[in-house]
Each structure stands twice: as C-alpha cells, then as structure tokens.
Nanobody, 114 residues
Framework: QVQLVESGGGWVQPGGSLQLSCVASGGIGRIDAMGWYRQAPDKQRELVAITNGGTTSYRDSVKGRFTISRHYVRNTVYLQMNSLKPEDTAVYYC?????????WGQGTRVTVSS
C-alpha cells in the first residue's frame, strides 16, 4: 500500500515563500507522475503542477512563481512556492500515479494572509 506523507504547509504573508514536500513509501513500483493539487474553500480541487518523466507543467496562475521538482531515489516530490498570494490559500494535496494507480496524500494547509 503506497502512502504519501506531506509536509511544509503553514501560514505566510503575501509575497512570502513555502516549500511543500511529499514522500512516497510502501509497495512502490514504478512511479509515473507526481504532482500537487489544491482545494480552496467552496471550490473544486485543481491541478497546480505535475512532473512526469522529466516533463513538468503548471496551471497558468502559478507559472513563474511555483517550481515542482522530484527526487527519484527518495521518491519525493517538492513544490517550491514563491511570491505567494492570498488566492493561493488552500489545502494542497500530493498526488502520485504508480503503475496506473492513483494515490493521494492527506493534504497540507497553506494560508497566505497579512
């Protein structure tokens, strides 16, 4: 059973930075894509960034501010978030695809406010 453990969320003022981490463990086969989603209050969950085989993609609203990276040996995916805005406030979820099966982390809250 694959488990995902996220860390790095918290409170930050607008313009600040945070780095999220997600470690995958347990029954790891071939990890395909690793990514981050987020869900703000009363909104649908949305894809923030994803990395798969060296290819990365971002939603338009975070391009130039967020960077996703992956450590293959550690089975870890990171999300570096810079120039944070209040509209980035959400619960961020790690998402991993292993042998065509999807797994979700428990979520880590990010709050951007002054």
């Amino acid at each position: 059973q694959v488990q995902l453990v996220e860390s790095g969320g918290g409170w930050v003022q607008p313009g600040g930075s945070l780095q999220l981490s997600c470690v995958a463990s347990g029954g790891i086969g071939r990890i395909d894509a690793m990514g981050w989603y987020r869900q703000a209050p009363d909104k649908q969950r949305e894809l923030v960034a994803i990395t798969n085989g060296g290819t990365t993609s971002y939603r338009d609203s975070v391009k130039g501010r967020f960077t996703i990276s992956r450590h293959y040996v550690r089975n870890t995916v990171y999300l570096q978030m810079n120039s944070l805005k209040p509209e980035d406030t959400a619960v961020y979820y790690c998402h991993v695809t292993v042998s065509n099966t999807e797994y979700w982390g428990q979520g880590t809250r990010v709050t951007v406010s002054s």
